[in-house]
């Protein structure tokens, strides 16, 4: 597979993996996800790559979730919402290597639900975190939510959830929402330290303690399978329209009015 919307590129036993969207924020359309998918198959059954790193293009997003522009209601691919999320969200847990999210700029919406779900985040001080669903019409039933409760709790998965408010690097650390930050250009070499003391590592007994880990929040899976049906109902919604028709005019979402 060529790939379009994404890089790859293996160097000293980590999978590089980037999404090369730079102008959309490298928000994800139907392609990307399939592409995302299909690199992290290639990257997580290569026996010469034992890490793999999840970064976004340029300096402004990691990843900023599902592309606005390419979608009205539902979005542009195959998958209960046109959007392969269910996949793309297991095969990041289901690769038997560590993966490591490499924040700098916006992980924001999906791409927060991306970072969250990789076993490590490492961000730049500049990075910025936070949920947008309820803000544009959209929501994750299911890792986005479920798993992020058991990272930072109940408390504060609802406040981002609820709230929509924007997290700087420091916040997301004092939460246990990332590993380390560090300025954005030691990012590259921090990243890198990280790569090298997991490559020293055991594969096998990390691949086994990945799984295990996994195990105790598979349930969360079926959540989603089911949630995303939901998901769907509601993207046909004027409600769930609304936010994102207020998102492209840069105005204000008037939810209140379409409820039903
Ligand atoms: C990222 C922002 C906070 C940045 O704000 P700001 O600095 O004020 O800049 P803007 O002017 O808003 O944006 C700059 C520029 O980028 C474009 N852009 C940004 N994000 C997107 C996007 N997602 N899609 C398309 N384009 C985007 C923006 O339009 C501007 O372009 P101009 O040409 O200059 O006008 C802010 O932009 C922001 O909040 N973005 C919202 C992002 C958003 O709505 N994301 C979708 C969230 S919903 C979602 O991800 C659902 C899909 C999904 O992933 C999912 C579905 C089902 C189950 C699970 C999931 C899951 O979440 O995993």
Redesign the pocket.
Same mark, same amino acid.
């Given at each position: 597979m060529s790939y379009e919307d994404i890089l790859y590129e293996v160097k000293e036993g980590g999978a590089h993996i980037t999404i090369n969207r730079p102008?959309?924020?490298n928000?994800?359309r139907g392609k990307t996800c399939e592409e995302l998918i299909h690199a992290f198959n290639k990257a997580g059954w290569d026996k010469s790559v034992g890490v793999i790193v999840l970064s976004g293009a340029g300096d402004?997003?990691f990843c900023?979730?599902?592309? *606005?522009?390419?979608h009205e209601g539902q979005?542009d691919g195959r998958g209960t919402?046109g959007?392969p999320?269910?996949d793309?969200?297991s095969i990041i847990r289901d690769v038997p290597k560590p993966v490591i999210a490499k924040v700098q700029?916006?992980a924001?919406?999906?791409?927060?639900?991306?970072a969250t779900i990789c076993d490590f985040t490492i961000a730049g001080e500049k990075a910025?975190f936070? *949920? /947008?669903?309820p803000?544009?019409?959209? /929501?994750?039933?299911?890792?986005?939510t479920a798993f992020l409760a058991r990272i930072v709790g109940e408390k504060k998965a609802r406040e981002i959830w609820y709230m929509c408010r924007?997290y700087s690097a420091a916040e997301a650390l004092a939460m246990g929402l990332v590993n380390a930050v560090v300025p954005n250009d030691q990012l590259d070499a921090e990243v890198e330290k990280w790569c090298a003391e997991i490559l020293e590592k055991s594969p096998t007994a990390i691949a086994i303690a990945k799984r295990s880990f996994n195990m105790d929040s598979e349930n969360i899976r079926g959540i989603?399978g089911m949630?995303?049906y939901a998901?769907s109902l509601y993207y046909d919604t004027e409600e769930s329209k609304e936010?994102?028709r207020a998102? +492209?005019e +840069?105005r204000k979402p008037e939810f209140r009015k379409y409820q039903k």
């Open positions: 102008d959309k924020y928000a994800f402004k997003a900023t979730g599902g592309d *606005q522009s390419a979005y919402i959007l999320m269910e793309l969200h700029g916006f924001i919406g999906g791409g927060n639900v991306l910025v936070g *949920q /947008v669903g803000k544009v019409g959209s /929501v994750d039933p299911g890792f986005g924007k989603a949630g995303m998901l936010g994102g998102f +492209k +840069k």
